[in-house]
């Protein structure tokens, strides 16, 4: 992009050169350059000063801080040569204005500075020392119950840090201190990968401006990024609701538009009938887990097909549910006891919880591919067959939710080298099939076939446990079969799947979280 367009012009460039307009009202993920155009929009178009709008990031950043750290531990601030030093700056003013123990430490890296990190600099030189760190003598020695505020690079960094920088944030690495890095942890990219051997911050809090970074949302990344939050600097709404992206962050508030309200005169048929697929012999666990979630989803009604084996145990396990007993005893072969099953009464199926991976099983999910008229809901077992026999992804009915864990998600696919290849992967494949694909983990990436990208929101380590992931197929299954569009009820169910986990670990901590708590947390208001 030519840095000589105006705002302007910055607008109409990327209005016309990203592809994928999509939801307004859905928090995006900006990459550096929109950012950098977004501060400058806002700049122009508010308008305000450049120092004031620095001003105002430091103030956010401040309210957060001091809601959380007392004044009596002492705060060590590291600032760079650019505007994130800059903010630095401010903050290290306004923290000695709130009587904080402050010392400010200048990484002179460059020769130069920022006209903004100048300002600064001059209004906190008027009311506190400053140190300036130009070799290794002078980087201070930091201590423990110590706040280590990390202002040295901000997120358009583009290179690999070294020198004077590196030693600084190996010296801040290695401390007993508690850190808190400025919009992005000094060091980090914020939308490409780091080279192997990058010296990054490590920060325990991340606090960033407006809208969360990519890199937030990666596994690899996570040393780097710690507990972020992000606070509100009222940048401009219009340019934030205007300019497409990719990629995109569920919150709540995106959550309260999604979620239909029940008419008063609604009967069990305006809910929609599923179809799970589900259990074998040894695994009729996943089959109740499942069944329950749909349940709890909100469903009008249900019917399971599991192996004669396991007719008992949903009969009694969940007496809402009708069972339809497999024709053999121990694994599904689609052959059904009762009746011929007729896919086309049912208004949303599911599959591949419990049902293993036998000769037979393989059979009934081609044979369910093929006949399938609607969406599906693929996981566990099922992806495993489609893995081992990748001529099936041809035949998924386009639109069908597929929520692999990244080990089947590379089966489906190749190892990739990268979080980012990673990512490019997902969308590729999602966009390739005409898929939804939910690459389970923290910050659940959901792709779509448009080639955009939903992260969530919620969701905690104690989730990592068995059967969680049998709850989410029974809840998607459930959402589809109300009606719910493919991507809505991914980003509904994975939202809600996340915030039911994070009830319980709430009440009873994460250690001991089991996937029939979250059934039993789930709330829809």
């Not at 048929?269 to 499942?290: D, I, P, Q, R, T």
């Not at 019917?303 to 809402?320: A, N």
């Not at 992806?383 to 386009?398: D, H, S, T």
Request: glycine share 8%; with cysteine; aromatic share 8%.
């Amino acid at each position: 992009m030519d840095e000589r367009l105006d705002a302007d012009e910055v607008f109409s460039y990327f209005a016309t050169t990203t592809p994928y307009p999509v939801n307004f009202s859905l928090m995006k993920i900006l990459n550096v350059e929109q950012t950098r155009a977004l501060d400058q929009y806002t700049i122009e178009h508010e308008p305000v000063a450049p120092i004031n709008l620095m001003e105002r990031a430091a103030q956010a950043f401040t309210d957060w801080y001091t809601a959380r750290f007392d004044k009596d531990r002492p705060v060590r601030v590291f600032c760079g040569l650019g505007n994130n030093g800059g903010d630095g700056l401010a903050i290290a003013r306004l923290l000695t204005q709130l009587e904080y123990k402050v010392q400010t430490y200048v990484v002179r890296y460059a020769p130069r500075e920022s006209e903004d990190f100048m300002h600064n600099h001059r209004r906190l030189k008027l009311i506190a020392p400053i140190s300036y760190i130009e070799n290794e003598r002078d980087i201070p020695v930091i201590r423990n119950r110590e706040v280590v505020i990390d202002a040295i690079l901000g997120s358009g960094l583009s290179r690999t840090t070294e020198g004077i920088v590196q030693s600084a944030i190996d010296a801040i690495n290695h401390s007993p201190a508690t850190v808190v890095a400025v919009d992005i942890a000094s060091g980090l990219f914020a939308d490409a990968a780091n080279g192997p051997n990058a010296t990054i911050i490590q920060p325990d809090y991340t606090v960033t401006f407006q809208l969360p970074k990519l890199a937030f949302m990666l596994p690899s990344q996570s040393q780097y990024v710690g507990e972020w939050h992000v606070v509100d600097i009222n940048l401009s709404r219009t340019f934030m609701d205007r300019t497409p992206t990719t990629y995109f962050y569920t919150t709540e508030r995106e959550i309260r538009h999604l979620l239909r309200p029940r008419n008063r005169f609604s009967h069990k048929g305006s809910f929609g009938h599923a179809l799970l697929f589900a259990g074998s012999y040894g695994k009729m666990g996943a089959a109740v887990l499942a069944s329950r979630a749909c349940l709890r989803s909100g469903v009008g009604l249900l019917s399971v097909q599991v192996p004669r084996c396991g007719y008992d145990i949903i009969q009694t396990t969940v007496p809402e549910a009708m069972c339809q007993p497999d024709g053999h005893q121990h694994i599904l072969t689609g052959q059904s006891e009762l009746e011929e099953i007729d896919l086309s009464k049912y208004a949303a199926i599911g599959v591949g919880p419990g049902i293993g991976t036998a000769p037979e099983t393989l059979a009934m999910l081609t044979k369910l591919l093929s006949d399938a008229q609607k969406p599906l809901v693929i996981d566990a077992d099922a992806l495993n067959l489609i893995a081992q026999n990748r001529e099936l992804i041809a035949k998924i009915p386009k639109n069908s939710i597929l929520t692999p864990h990244p080990k089947e998600f590379e089966r489906l696919t190749r190892r990739w080298t990268s979080d980012y290849d990673k990512l490019g992967l997902l969308r590729d494949f999602a966009q390739r099939n005409r898929l939804v694909v939910v690459l389970k983990g923290a910050h659940s990436a959901i792709a779509t076939a448009d080639g955009t990208t939903h992260f969530n929101s919620t969701g905690n380590p104690g989730m990592s446990t068995g059967g969680t992931g049998d709850v989410l197929t029974g809840i998607l299954t459930g959402l589809l079969a109300q009606g719910y569009d493919p991507v809505e009820a991914a980003v509904l169910g994975v939202f809600e799947h996340g915030r039911a986990g994070d009830r319980v670990a709430n009440q009873r901590g994460q250690i001991g979280l089991t996937a029939q708590d979250i059934i039993e947390s789930l709330r829809w208001d």
